[in-house]
C-alpha cells in the first residue's frame, strides 16, 4: 500500500486505508467504511482529512451529522446529504437526479405532501440509493454519515440498502460511531449496527503510544514535554487525543495535569451515564468481584458478563481485565 502523508499524529494506517477505499470508489468499486471509537479518539478527523483527499481527486463530498437531542425529523443525516447534493447540481442536473429517483429527494426535503414514512421503505431506499448514484455518473461520489451512535434505525436501515445497492458505482460510502455505546446491552442500533458492519471495512481507532502521546503535546502547545510528563499524560488519558490535547493545554497554562478539563470531564460524564447499574471502575479487579455480581463461580469469569460492566475510567481507551484468580 503507497504511504500517504497525513497531519494527523499516529493514524497512517486508518488514513492509507480511507484513501485505499476512495481509489477504488473513484474506479468504479463503491465501498462501505466505518470508523469506530470511543469519544475524542479522532474519528471526526479523520474522516474530515480523507475528505478534503476526495476534494482533491475531483470526489463530490456530501455529509451528515446526527442529532443526539432529539427533535430531528427521520431520516435527519440523509435529508442533510440530499441538501447537499441539490446545492451542487445545476437546475437541470437536479431535474435528472428528481426524475431518476421517481421525486424521493423532494419527500426527504419536505418538498411533497407526503411524509418520507408514507412513501414505503423500499420505495424510499431504492429513490435515495438512486439519486446519488445517478449523480456518481458525473463525477465519483463521497457520502459522510457522523455519530450514527445517535442516528434514528431508518437511516442505519438506508446506509445497509445504498452499501449493498452501490457496489459497482463510483460511490464510497463512510460512516463513524462509538462502538463502545452501540454495543452496549439494549442499544437500539446494536442489531442493526452488527449486520452494517460485516458489508463494511471497520477502522477502529485506539489510543496514541507513547511517542505519538509526546509529539501530539508538543504540537498542541508548541514546546516539547519531558519524558516524565509525558508518561503520565499517556497513562492518565490513555492516549485519546482529545484528552490529551486538554492535557496539554491545561500543562501550558500552568495548571497541573492531574486536574480534569471540563470538556474531558464530560466525556467521561456521558460515557458513565450510559452504564448499567453494575459498573465496576478500574483497570484492574479481582475475579471475585464479577463473579460476585453476576452470582458465577470465580473460575469461569474470564470477563465481565451480563450487565456487568467494566469502565476503564483512569486510563480511557484502554479495556480493564481480570486479575488471575489467585491474585490478591
Known amino acids: 500500500m503507497t504511504t500517504v502523508t497525513s497531519p494527523l499524529i499516529g493514524r497512517e494506517h486508518a488514513i492509507e486505508t480511507l484513501h485505499a477505499e476512495l481509489s477504488r470508489a473513484i474506479d468504479g468499486h463503491g465501498g462501505l467504511v466505518l470508523v469506530t471509537g470511543e469519544a475524542g479518539i479522532g474519528k471526526t478527523a479523520l474522516v474530515t482529512e480523507a475528505a478534503v483527499a476526495a476534494r482533491r481527486r475531483g470526489a463530490l463530498v456530501l455529509s451528515g451529522s446526527c442529532w443526539q437531542s432529539g427533535g430531528a425529523p427521520g431520516y435527519w443525516p440523509w435529508v442533510q446529504v440530499v441538501r447537499g447534493l441539490r446545492r ?17 429527494p423532494a419527500a426527504l426535503l419536505g418538498e411533497r405532501p407526503e411524509e418520507p414514512g408514507e412513501i414505503g421503505d423500499f420505495v424510499l431506499y431504492d429513490g435515495v440509493t438512486t439519486a446519488l448514484v445517478t449523480a456518481a455518473q458525473r463525477r465519483p461520489l463521497m457520502i459522510v454519515l457522523d455519530d450514527l451512535h445517535w442516528a434514528d434505525p431508518a437511516s442505519v436501515r438506508l446506509l445497509e440498502f445504498a452499501a449493498r445497492h452501490t457496489w459497482f458505482e463510483r460511490l464510497l460510502l463512510v460512516g463513524t460511531y462509538r462502538d463502545v455505546e452501540v454495543e452496549l446491552p439494549g442499544h437500539p442500533l446494536r442489531p442493526l449496527m452488527s449486520s452494517l458492519a460485516i458489508r463494511a471495512t ?12 509526546g509529539a501530539l503535546m508538543a504540537r498542541t502547545v508548541g514546546r516539547r514535554p519531558d519524558d516524565a510528563l509525558v508518561a503520565e499524560v499517556h497513562r492518565r488519558t490513555g492516549g485519546n487525543p482529545f484528552f490529551v490535547e486538554q492535557a ?28 448499567p447499574e453494575a459498573a465496576v471502575p478500574g483497570r484492574r479487579f479481582h475475579r471475585r468481584l464479577p463473579a460476585a455480581v453476576t452470582a458465577e463461580p470465580a473460575s469461569g469469569v474470564d470477563r465481565p458478563a451480563g450487565e456487568v460492566t467494566v469502565l476503564a475510567a483512569a486510563r480511557p481507551g484502554t479495556n480493564a481485565t481480570p486479575c488471575p484468580a489467585s491474585s490478591r
Open 88 to 104: 451542487s447540481c445545476t437546475a437541470g442536473e437536479w431535474a435528472e437526479v428528481e426524475d431518476a429517483a421517481g421525486g424521493v
Open 202 to 213: 471497520t477502522v477502529t481507532l485506539t489510543g496514541l503510544g507513547r511517542a505519538e502521546v
Open 248 to 275: 496539554a493545554r491545561l500543562w501550558q497554562s500552568g495548571g497541573p495535569v492531574e486536574a480534569i478539563a471540563p470538556g474531558v470531564r464530560d466525556a467521561v460524564q456521558q460515557r458513565l451515564s450510559l452504564l
